[in-house]
């Protein structure tokens, strides 16, 4: 069964620093994992996707690496804003028969101090 | 484009009562997923459906629960005789196709169950 961990589970930094967000899964056959962010009450936001086949994403400030064989997912964050306030989450959808949706972990809450 | 709609947001029942949680997938989506996000919980896996199909239902519950997803209009997730553990933030999400792509996420139903 395929269980998703992310560390930290809470992180307040100063504005301006660049951060890392990690995440783990046990299960490496897996099609692709996703970070998104969630606001609190609201819904979720797709940040970056990384195919089984891909290294790393980038979108701005952000960028995503993977690295399947051994479970692991960064996403860095550059030049943090307290706008990039948020729960992030990291999701995996896995290949090796199991349920077909995102498993998830239970996020990294971020605190951006202005 | 519209996102992924949920409709109501907030839905609050009594105990015993049904519960209909409605959702409109992005234009040109034909893959439709629901997830649950449980108080102090990661959000849950419940069922993945296609158009008339349902593909995977392993996370969901096995009494009360069911989810249609129908040639015309919104999936449906049903609850029947809810109980105050059925109170979560319930959340729609579809693709354009599958296990590759990208999910795109509505704004959640929160249901309360008195």
């Known amino acids: 069964k395929q269980e998703v961990t992310q560390i930290p589970a809470a992180l307040s930094v100063p504005e301006g620093e660049n951060l890392v967000l990690n995440c783990s899964f046990t299960d490496s056959a897996i099609y692709n994992l996703q970070w998104f962010r969630q606001d609190p009450g609201k819904g979720l936001t797709s940040l970056l996707l990384i195919q089984s086949s891909q290294r790393e994403q980038t979108s701005g400030r952000l960028n995503a690496s993977l690295d399947k064989s051994s479970g692991r997912s960064t996403l860095y964050i550059a030049a943090s804003q307290p706008g990039d306030s948020a729960t992030y989450l990291c999701a995996v959808r896995g290949s090796g028969g199991g349920a077909d949706g995102l498993t998830f972990g239970k996020g990294t809450h971020l605190i951006i101090q202005p | 484009n519209a996102g992924v709609m949920q409709n109501p947001r907030h839905l609050v029942r009594r105990r015993g009562q049904e519960a209909r949680l409605r959702c409109s997938p992005m234009k040109g989506h034909s893959h439709v997923y629901w997830y649950r996000q449980l108080p102090e919980e990661g959000l849950k896996f419940m069922v993945y459906?296609?158009?008339?199909?349902?593909?995977?239902e392993s996370g969901m519950p096995k009494e009360r629960f069911s989810a249609e997803f129908p040639k015309e209009g919104p999936s449906i997730l049903r609850i029947q005789q809810v109980v105050r553990g059925d109170s979560a933030a319930y959340f729609c999400a579809s693709s354009p196709r599958t296990h590759t792509d990208t999910q795109y996420f509505g704004p959640g139903t929160r249901l309360t169950v008195l």
């Open positions: 459906l296609q158009k008339e199909n349902i593909i995977d």
